[in-house]
């Protein structure tokens, strides 16, 4: 087993028992939409500030991606416990509808605003709007650029950088790489900064090799990701290695291979059906799992914190140091999990 490679699911486990802890303590219901969800609570956690309206953001669709599936269901959760009437809306991969959506809900004037910065710089203005309204910020998943410091207070999510070398350590040790060997970094915008930093990540690990990885742009469409990948492959059937830095070419890599022909050593990013049956097959051999149901929950968890006591939101690292692999596969199985992991 890699000295690196660590059983995920404790921190999730731990958020999972917390809130059916609390749920106990509360009325009924437990629904985003019931603002008497927590509102027994002695402290005041849930009821204390009288405005609980607030806005969880999307990238992409929840409904047709489970990773971001995983993030709404957390942020779902927390909201449920924390009083909360939650509006999602979801960009459906577009930066220009993502700006639209903020500006629109600064008009009715909420208490919290949920966003990812994939699109970075692209969307420090209409967040600055929000923070100039009252409005308070918190980035998940992606984190905001430096130039939005002073109008968001706090991120939840993977330390992209830390976990890509961990991811290229992998690939390196387990491909036995070399000189000049090719490796694919295929993701869905490989120009946003989750990518340029997880793909730093391994780049750092693979230059201790002389090995080169090579970006593909997937788009965030599973039919188009399949078929942009299936034609790298076909056209470059010698790559020695693969690091999907996304999920959802993570989840289309092993029918892509199967669809050119070739087989590759597979480490990667986030964690799908797909890819848990990869691993369990042996066509993947581990990928890095940074918690979307996490990065949801404690990122709404901290709004209500803020909203009720002025509590000020942390930075937090949801992705760990672990890998998962055919050692640990089997904490992501459990049914009754599966609005957590998937």
């Known amino acids: 087993m890699n000295t690196r490679t660590l059983a995920r699911g404790a921190v999730a486990l731990a958020v999972v028992a917390a809130a059916a802890l609390v749920t106990t303590a509360c009325t009924a219901g437990g629904s985003s939409s019931d603002s008497e969800s927590a509102a027994t609570l002695d402290s005041g956690y849930g009821s204390h500030a009288e405005n609980r309206n607030a806005y969880f953001f999307t990238y992409y669709n929840p409904a047709g991606d489970p990773f971001w599936a995983q993030i709404l269901n957390g942020g779902e959760d927390a909201a449920a416990l924390g009083g909360l009437e939650l509006t999602h809306q979801t960009a459906e991969g577009d930066p220009d509808k993502m700006v639209d959506l903020v500006q629109t809900a600064i008009a009715t004037d909420p208490s919290l605003i949920f966003m990812p910065f994939n699109e970075g710089e692209k969307w420090v203005g209409v967040a600055c709007d929000a923070a100039d309204a009252g409005i308070t910020v918190i980035a998940y998943n992606v984190p905001a ?198």
């Open 145 to 342: 650029p430096e130039s939005a410091a002073d109008c968001v207070k706090g991120f939840v999510g993977q330390d992209f950088f830390e976990v890509g070398t961990y991811v290229g350590e992998r690939l390196v040790e387990e491909a036995g790489l070399g000189s000049g060997d090719k490796v694919l970094f295929p993701a869905e915008e490989p120009e946003q900064q989750y990518a340029i930093q997880r793909g730093g990540g391994v780049q750092e690990s693979l230059d201790e090799v002389g090995a080169k990885g090579e970006f593909l742009r997937t788009s965030g469409n599973d039919e188009e990701a399949l078929n942009s990948l299936t034609a790298w492959l076909t056209a470059n059937p010698d790559v020695a290695a693969i690091a999907p830095l996304g999920g959802t070419p993570h989840r289309n890599i092993v029918a892509a291979m199967e669809a050119a022909g070739i087989t590759a050593p597979v480490v990667g990013f986030d964690t799908s059906p797909q890819v848990v049956a990869g691993i369990k097959n042996g066509d993947i051999i581990a990928t890095a799992d940074q918690q979307g149901y996490v990065q949801g929950f404690q990122a709404v968890t901290q709004g209500v914190l803020f909203l009720d006591f002025g509590l000020s939101p942390a930075n937090i690292n949801s992705g760990g140091q672990g890998l998962i692999d055919a050692t640990n596969v089997e904490l992501l199985e459990d049914e009754s999990l599966e609005g957590v992991r998937f």
